[in-house]
C-alpha cells in the first residue's frame, strides 16, 4: 500500500514540476545548438525525436476532441526546435569527422541500401509529401476551422447567455462555457498558424541537407584528400542520412496535426499540462515499449538506446495501469492535491428544492408522503407535465438534469425578480403527446409547447441566409422561426450564425417566461408574509413602524402583484416598504401606492433598459393623443382603464403594433414614454394584446438619462373627426 502512494506521489510530483522540466529542456536545446554534442548522446537525442513523435500520433488517437490537446500548436513548434538544433548538432559532426553516430549511419545504409542516389530520392519523396500533401492539407482544414470557429463564436455566446438567462446554468457553468468557446477559437488559430512552422521545417530539411551534402564534398576534397567518389558516398549518405532521421519524425508531426484538426486545458502550465495530456494513456505507452523493441532488432540500429527507451514506456504503461491513471483520473487526484485546502468546502449538500425523484413509471413524487387523504386534497402551485418521451429529461439515471436546472432557475428568479417561488412539481402525463409539455399553476394549464429530445433547436437570430436541414418550428417564448437539427445540422447552423440551445433549455426558457408572466398570480400572502419576516431581521425598525397598523400583508400582496404584473423587480423589498408607509398616510388604495413604488424605485426600472449608458430608446405619444387619452382615463377604487372608441384603439394598436416589430427587429425592448396620470391605464387598456410593450412615465426617468425619440403614434383621423364634431356642437349650441 506505501508502494501504491509512493509511486502516486512520485507521477504527481512529476507533473507538479512540469514547468522546471520544460525550462530544463529547453535549455538544453539551446545547449545542443551551441556546444559539441557526442555521438552517443546525439544517437539517444534522436531516438527521443523518433519516439516522441509516435507517442504524439498515438495519443491523439485516444483524445475525443482536439482541445483536448491544446498544447499541440506549441509542441509542434518545440518539436520544430529540437528537430534543427539536432541538425545542427548532426551537421558539425558530418563537417568535422564525417560520422554523425549510428542512428544517422543506419539511416543512411540501411534504410536506402547504402546508395546515396535512392536515399536522395526517398528523402526529396519525403519532403515533397510532407509539404505538398500532409502539411498543406493539415493548413486548409486549420485555415478554414479557425474561420468558421470565429465564425461560430457569436451564436454560441448568445447560446450561453439565453441558458443562463433561462436559469439552465449558473454564472460558473456560463463563465466555463465561454473559456471553452474562446479556448476553441483560440486552438484553431494557433494550429493554423503552427502549421507554417511544418512548412518552413521541410523547406529547412532540403537547404540543411544539400547544405551539407555541398559542404561536405568541399571539406573532403580539398581538406582531407578525398577523390569526389568517395566524398559522395562518404558525406552524401551521412547528409541524407541525417535528412531521413529529421524528416520521418517531422512527417509523423505533420501527420499528427492533419488527424487533430479534421476530428469532430486547463489551469495548469505548458508543461503540467503536457505531462497530463501526454504521459498518462498507459495503452499508447505500452504500444510504444513495442515499437521502439522492434526498431531496436533492426539491423545496424543501436540496441540499448532504443531498448532503453522501450523499457521506460513499458514500466510507466505497467505503473499506470496498476494505479489506473488514465488520463481523467489523474486530472482528478492532481486537482485534489493541488486544491486540498478547499476540498473540504467544494461538496455542496443537495438543495432542499431538489425534492423530486423519477419512480419506475417515470411518475415524480415527493419522499415522504403518507398517502393521507388529506394529501389528496393538496393542489400544487407550479408544476410541470411532460409527455412519456420527454421523461429521460428529469431521469437523472439516464443523464437527464431537468430537476436540477429547474432548481436553478428558481434561485435565478428569486436573484433578479426578488420572488420566493415554490417547488415546482415535474410529473408525467400520459394523455399528452410524446414530445409534448404542459406548465399548470394551481392545476389551470397556463402554457404549452413541443420538444424533440434528441435534437436541438437552431433560431436564426444574424439573418443568416444559409439553408439549414432539419424541422421548422416556431421558438414557444417569442414565436422565432426555428429548426430542429441534429448534431451535423447543430454545426452547420453554427457556424453560419444561428443560435442553438438543447431541448432542455428551451423548455426551460419557457418555464422563465411563464414564472415572469404569472409571478403576479404566483405571489400568494404566505410568500408575503415570508418576504416581510425576512426584511424584519435587517430592518426590524422599518416593519415595526407599518405592521400591522399603517399597512397590511394582504395591501403589500396588492403592491407586489401589480408591480410583477409590469415585470419591476421588488427584490428592494425596504425600498417598496418605505414608499408605502410614506404614501399609506394619504391613500390606502393599491394602484395609488403601486404607482408611488414605482417611482421610488424608477432607478433601478430604468436601468434595465437603457440602450447605452445615459439613454433610452422609447415610443412617444402626439401631444393631442396624449390629451384625448388623459381626458378618457376612468378611475375606480379598485382598477384604472381607457374608455376608447374602437376605431381610434384600432388605429393607435396598429401604429404601437408596427413600431413594436421594428423595436424586436433591432434587439431594443418596446417602451413607451408616457404622462404619470395616463401610464397605468394606458398600460392596462393595451396589455391584453401588447403585453410585452414597457409603458414608463416621464416622473419615472433620471434628470440624467436622454429620451430618443424611436418613433411617434400620431393622432387618428377619427380622433380629428370627432374633435370637429364636438366643436361644431359647441358653436352651434353658442
Not at 536545446?29 to 546525439?42: F, R
Not at 497530463?276 to 543501436?302: E, K
Request: charged fraction near 20%.
Amino acid at each position: 500500500m506505501e508502494s501504491k502512494t509512493e509511486n502516486k506521489g512520485w507521477f504527481l510530483g512529476l507533473v507538479k514540476n512540469g514547468d522546471y522540466i520544460l525550462a530544463a529542456a529547453m535549455f538544453a536545446v539551446v545547449i545542443v545548438l551551441i556546444l559539441p554534442v557526442p555521438k552517443a548522446i546525439l544517437d539517444s537525442l534522436l531516438v527521443i525525436s523518433v519516439g516522441t513523435s509516435i507517442l504524439i500520433l498515438l495519443v491523439i488517437i485516444y483524445v475525443r476532441e482536439p482541445i483536448q490537446l491544446t498544447v499541440f500548436p506549441s509542441i509542434l513548434l518545440i518539436m520544430t526546435l529540437y528537430r534543427l538544433a539536432l541538425n545542427v548538432a548532426s551537421t558539425r559532426l558530418i563537417l568535422l569527422d564525417a560520422d554523425a553516430g549510428r542512428v544517422i549511419e543506419s539511416f543512411g545504409q540501411f534504410v536506402v541500401g547504402g546508395n546515396y542516389v535512392v536515399g536522395a530520392v526517398v528523402f526529396l519523396i519525403l519532403v515533397l509529401v510532407n509539404f505538398l500533401v500532409i502539411t498543406k492539407g493539415a493548413g486548409r482544414i486549420a485555415e478554414v476551422a479557425a474561420r468558421f470557429t470565429l465564425d461560430a463564436m457569436p451564436g454560441k455566446q448568445m447560446a450561453i447567455d439565453a441558458e443562463l438567462n433561462a436559469g439552465a446554468i449558473d454564472e460558473k457553468e456560463a463563465q466555463t462555457r465561454r473559456a471553452k468557446v474562446q479556448q476553441e477559437a483560440d486552438f484553431y488559430g494557433k494550429m493554423d498558424g503552427a502549421s507554417k512552422f511544418v512548412r518552413g521545417d521541410a523547406v529547412a530539411g532540403i537547404l540543411i541537407t544539400l547544405i551539407n551534402i555541398i559542404g561536405g564534398l568541399s571539406i573532403g576534397m580539398m581538406q582531407r584528400d578525398m577523390n569526389l567518389d568517395e566524398s559522395l558516398r562518404v558525406y552524401t549518405l551521412l547528409s541524407i542520412g541525417d535528412g531521413l532521421v529529421s524528416q520521418i519524425p517531422a512527417l509523423v508531426l505533420s501527420f499528427a496535426a492533419g488527424l487533430l484538426i479534421t476530428r469532430t486545458s486547463g489551469r495548469q502550465n505548458l508543461g503540467s499540462t503536457m505531462a497530463r495530456q501526454l504521459g498518462f494513456y498507459p495503452r499508447a505507452l505500452g504500444i510504444l515499449g513495442g515499437v521502439m523493441c522492434f526498431m531496436a532488432i533492426l539491423p545496424g540500429m543501436p540496441k540499448i538506446p532504443f531498448l532503453s527507451f522501450a523499457a521506460i514506456a513499458f514500466i510507466l504503461s505497467i505503473l499506470m495501469k496498476k494505479r489506473k491513471l488514465d488520463a481523467t483520473r489523474f486530472a482528478e487526484v492532481l486537482d485534489e492535491v493541488e486544491e486540498k485546502a478547499d476540498s473540504t468546502q467544494g461538496s455542496s449538500a443537495i438543495s432542499p428544492d431538489r425534492q423530486a425523484s423519477s419512480d419506475n413509471s417515470g411518475q415524480t413524487e415527493h419522499p415522504g408522503e403518507s398517502g393521507d387523504l388529506e394529501k389528496m386534497l393538496d393542489i400544487d402551485t407550479l408544476s410541470v407535465e411532460l409527455g412519456y418521451s420527454l421523461l429521460r429529461l428529469a431521469d437523472e439515471k439516464k443523464g437527464g438534469d431537468l430537476v436540477e436546472r429547474v432548481t436553478g432557475l428558481r434561485k435565478t428568479f428569486a436573484k433578479e425578480v426578488g420572488l420566493l417561488l415554490p417547488t415546482v412539481s415535474l410529473r408525467d402525463n400520459f394523455e399528452l403527446e410524446a414530445n409534448d409539455y404542459c406548465f399548470l399553476l394551481r392545476g389551470k394549464p397556463v402554457a404549452r409547447g413541443r420538444i424533440l429530445p434528441n435534437r436541438s433547436l437552431a433560431m436564426n437570430v444574424s439573418g443568416s441566409k444559409a439553408k439549414i436541414p432539419g424541422e421548422k418550428t416556431k421558438e414557444p417564448v417569442f414565436g422565432l422561426d426555428a429548426i430542429w437539427v441534429d448534431e451535423n445540422g447543430r454545426k452547420i447552423a453554427e457556424m453560419n450564425g444561428f443560435t442553438v440551445v438543447d431541448a432542455a433549455s428551451v423548455l426551460c426558457t419557457h418555464l422563465s417566461e411563464t414564472f415572469r408572466r404569472y409571478a403576479h398570480e404566483i405571489l400568494d400572502r404566505q410568500t408575503v408574509q415570508r418576504m416581510v419576516d425576512h426584511t424584519r431581521a435587517k430592518h426590524p425598525a422599518l416593519i415595526e413602524e407599518l405592521f400591522p397598523e399603517v399597512i397590511s400583508t394582504g395591501l403589500l400582496q396588492g403592491v407586489l402583484a401589480n408591480l410583477l404584473r409590469e415585470n419591476v423587480s421588488i427584490r428592494n423589498l425596504n425600498l417598496i416598504l418605505e414608499s408605502m408607509g410614506d404614501m399609506a398616510l394619504h391613500s390606502k388604495n393599491v394602484n395609488d401606492l403601486s404607482e408611488h413604488a414605482r417611482r421610488r424605485l424608477a432607478p433601478y426600472i430604468i436601468n434595465q433598459y437603457e440602450s447605452e449608458p445615459g439613454k433610452i430608446k422609447a415610443i412617444t405619444l402626439d401631444p393631442r393623443l396624449e390629451q384625448y387619452l388623459l381626458a378618457r382615463v376612468q378611475r375606480t377604487q379598485f382598477e384604472v382603464s381607457i374608455s376608447l372608441d374602437p376605431g381610434t384603439a384600432h388605429d393607435v394598436l396598429g401604429q404601437l403594433t408596427r413600431l413594436m416589430t421594428e423595436m424586436n427587429n433591432e434587439g431594443q425592448t418596446p417602451l413607451i414614454v408616457v404622462m404619470q396620470e395616463l401610464r397605468l391605464g394606458f398600460k392596462r387598456f393595451f396589455e391584453s394584446t401588447l403585453s410585452r410593450l414597457v409603458v414608463i412615465s416621464y416622473q419615472e426617468i433620471p434628470p440624467n438619462t436622454e429620451i430618443e425619440n424611436y418613433g411617434i403614434v400620431q393622432a387618428p383621423a377619427s380622433m380629428e373627426q370627432e374633435r370637429a364634431k364636438n366643436k361644431a356642437e359647441v358653436g352651434a349650441n353658442a
